[in-house]
Protein backbone atom coordinates (compact mmCIF):
# COMPACT_ATOMS: atom_id res chain seq x y z
CA UNK A 1 0.00 0.00 0.00
CA UNK A 2 3.02 2.34 1.06
CA UNK A 3 5.16 1.67 -2.51
CA UNK A 4 1.88 2.88 -4.26
CA UNK A 5 1.28 6.04 -2.58
CA UNK A 6 4.55 6.72 -3.01
CA UNK A 7 4.80 6.08 -6.67
CA UNK A 8 1.74 8.22 -7.32
CA UNK A 9 3.30 10.99 -5.03
CA UNK A 10 6.71 10.38 -7.34
CA UNK A 11 4.49 10.17 -10.77
CA UNK A 12 2.43 13.43 -9.97
CA UNK A 13 5.68 15.23 -9.40
CA UNK A 14 7.33 15.11 -12.47
CA UNK A 15 6.76 17.99 -15.12
CA UNK A 16 5.78 17.53 -18.79
CA UNK A 17 7.54 17.24 -21.99
CA UNK A 18 6.75 20.50 -22.95
CA UNK A 19 8.07 22.25 -19.53
CA UNK A 20 11.44 19.79 -19.44
CA UNK A 21 11.91 21.06 -23.07
CA UNK A 22 11.03 25.03 -21.99
CA UNK A 23 13.65 24.82 -18.85
CA UNK A 24 16.27 23.23 -20.80
CA UNK A 25 16.25 25.50 -23.97
CA UNK A 26 14.73 28.85 -22.47
CA UNK A 27 12.25 28.53 -25.18
CA UNK A 28 8.47 30.09 -24.08
CA UNK A 29 5.75 26.82 -23.89
CA UNK A 30 3.66 28.17 -27.06
CA UNK A 31 6.88 27.38 -29.36
CA UNK A 32 7.25 24.06 -28.19
CA UNK A 33 5.70 22.30 -31.38
CA UNK A 34 7.44 24.06 -33.83
CA UNK A 35 10.59 24.23 -32.33
CA UNK A 36 11.03 20.42 -31.22
CA UNK A 37 10.27 19.78 -34.87
CA UNK A 38 12.64 21.47 -36.28
CA UNK A 39 14.82 19.89 -33.60
CA UNK A 40 13.85 16.61 -34.55
CA UNK A 41 14.29 17.03 -38.06
CA UNK A 42 17.72 16.55 -40.00
CA UNK A 43 20.24 19.68 -39.44
CA UNK A 44 20.78 19.79 -43.22
CA UNK A 45 16.79 19.27 -43.85
CA UNK A 46 16.37 22.18 -41.35
CA UNK A 47 16.33 25.35 -43.34
CA UNK A 48 14.02 23.42 -46.35
CA UNK A 49 11.45 22.76 -43.42
CA UNK A 50 11.12 26.31 -41.93
CA UNK A 51 10.10 27.59 -45.57
CA UNK A 52 7.73 24.42 -45.95
CA UNK A 53 6.44 25.54 -42.30
CA UNK A 54 6.07 28.89 -43.35
CA UNK A 55 4.42 28.47 -46.44
CA UNK A 56 2.78 25.55 -45.95
CA UNK A 57 2.25 24.19 -42.28
CA UNK A 58 -0.19 21.45 -43.22
CA UNK A 59 2.51 19.33 -45.39
CA UNK A 60 3.69 18.70 -41.20
CA UNK A 61 0.22 17.85 -39.73
CA UNK A 62 1.12 14.12 -38.15
CA UNK A 63 4.44 15.44 -37.52
CA UNK A 64 2.86 18.53 -35.12
CA UNK A 65 0.24 16.48 -33.85
CA UNK A 66 2.75 13.87 -32.63
CA UNK A 67 4.79 16.97 -30.81
CA UNK A 68 1.30 18.00 -29.55
CA UNK A 69 0.59 14.25 -28.26
CA UNK A 70 4.29 13.84 -26.64
CA UNK A 71 4.38 17.45 -24.95
CA UNK A 72 2.19 15.87 -22.24
CA UNK A 73 4.78 12.94 -21.68
CA UNK A 74 6.39 12.22 -18.32
CA UNK A 75 8.58 9.73 -19.14
CA UNK A 76 11.29 8.86 -22.51
CA UNK A 77 9.20 5.84 -22.56
CA UNK A 78 5.98 7.39 -22.96
CA UNK A 79 7.77 9.80 -26.40
CA UNK A 80 8.62 6.71 -27.48
CA UNK A 81 5.68 4.97 -27.65
CA UNK A 82 4.34 8.39 -29.60
CA UNK A 83 7.48 8.89 -31.68
CA UNK A 84 5.87 5.32 -33.73
CA UNK A 85 3.48 7.54 -35.53
CA UNK A 86 6.33 9.71 -37.27
CA UNK A 87 7.48 6.30 -39.16
CA UNK A 88 4.17 5.64 -40.14
CA UNK A 89 1.55 3.49 -38.37
CA UNK A 90 -2.01 2.21 -39.31
CA UNK A 91 -3.25 5.88 -40.10
CA UNK A 92 -0.22 7.12 -41.82
CA UNK A 93 -1.77 9.10 -44.79
CA UNK A 94 0.40 9.52 -47.50
CA UNK A 95 1.73 13.45 -48.15
CA UNK A 96 3.16 13.50 -51.90
CA UNK A 97 5.76 16.93 -50.87
CA UNK A 98 6.70 15.41 -47.35
CA UNK A 99 7.17 12.43 -48.61
CA UNK A 100 9.03 13.20 -52.19
CA UNK A 101 11.16 15.23 -50.44
CA UNK A 102 11.59 13.01 -47.38
CA UNK A 103 11.89 16.16 -45.20
CA UNK A 104 10.08 15.02 -41.86
CA UNK A 105 10.66 14.61 -38.08
CA UNK A 106 12.76 11.68 -36.68
CA UNK A 107 11.61 9.51 -34.01
CA UNK A 108 15.01 8.70 -32.82
CA UNK A 109 15.95 12.19 -32.53
CA UNK A 110 12.71 12.69 -30.89
CA UNK A 111 13.70 10.15 -28.13
CA UNK A 112 16.91 11.29 -27.95
CA UNK A 113 15.71 14.83 -26.70
CA UNK A 114 13.49 13.48 -24.42
CA UNK A 115 15.88 11.08 -22.34
CA UNK A 116 17.92 14.22 -22.29
CA UNK A 117 15.24 16.62 -20.74
CA UNK A 118 13.79 13.95 -18.61
CA UNK A 119 16.04 13.37 -16.56
Known sequence: MMGGC???????????????????????????E?????????PIQRPVARVLLWLNPGVFDRDLATMREVAVAKSSEDVRLAARDLRGGGFYQRNLLRDAIGVRASGRRLVAIARRVLK
Open 34 to 42: RALFLRCVP
Open 6 to 32: LRELMETNHISFREAYARDTGLPAPQF
